[in-house]
């Protein structure tokens, strides 16, 4: 779609989203990208992808838990079950997503956390009756 040869942060950031979510989802996503969304898919990738979650600052496992709670706290419901999906990879537990949603609950409220919770639930489920069904 694009012209421009990809920069490194982009490569950087296509290799890190693959590690941190995995290739069947990016390569799902990449199928969706059109011409319109190409400049946010490119934004995203370069910045979260090839800048945040590329940074050695801190480990993916803690990344990832202050993703899920930063989307509860927000109410970014939508990405909740992604970033859910992706702690197989990052090597955030249950009980580290359940700790990071309880600090949501006293620190952003009940509902928000009560809601990520339900979410990451249902989530978990799937990816138990997915990890069975293969």
Same mark, same amino acid.
Not at 29 to 37: G, R
Not at 51 to 71: K, Q, V, Y
């Given at each position: 779609?694009?012209?421009?040869?990809?920069?490194? $942060?982009?490569?950087?950031?296509?290799? *890190?989203?693959?590690?941190? #979510?995995?290739? /069947?989802? *990016?390569?799902?996503?990449?199928?969706?990208? +059109?011409?319109?969304?190409?400049? %946010?898919? +490119?934004?995203?990738?370069?910045?979260? &992808?090839?800048?945040? &979650? =590329?940074?050695?600052?801190?480990?993916?496992?803690? $990344?990832?838990?202050?993703?899920?709670? #930063?989307?509860?706290?927000?109410? !970014? %419901?939508?990405?909740?079950?992604? @970033?859910?999906? =992706?702690? =197989?990879? +990052?090597?955030?537990?249950? +009980?580290? *997503?359940?700790?990071? %949603?309880? @600090?949501?609950?006293?620190? /952003?409220? *009940?509902?928000?956390? !009560? @809601?990520? #919770?339900?979410?990451?639930?249902?989530?978990?489920?799937?990816?138990?009756?997915?990890?069975?069904?293969?």
């Amino acid at each position: 779609m694009s012209k421009q040869p990809p920069t490194d $942060r982009y490569i950087t950031g296509m290799t *890190v989203r693959r590690k941190i #979510l995995g290739e /069947a989802h *990016v390569a799902r996503a990449e199928l969706k990208k +059109t011409a319109f969304d190409e400049p %946010f898919q +490119t934004l995203i990738t370069e910045a979260a &992808w090839g800048n945040l &979650w =590329a940074s050695d600052g801190i480990s993916d496992r803690e $990344r990832s838990m202050l993703t899920l709670a #930063l989307l509860a706290a927000l109410g !970014n %419901f939508d990405e909740i079950p992604m @970033h859910i999906r =992706a702690t =197989a990879r +990052t090597g955030a537990s249950k +009980t580290d *997503v359940l700790e990071a %949603f309880q @600090h949501v609950a006293i620190y /952003a409220g *009940v509902p928000r956390a !009560n @809601h990520a #919770l339900k979410l990451a639930k249902d989530t978990y489920a799937e990816m138990e009756e997915e990890e069975r069904s293969a």
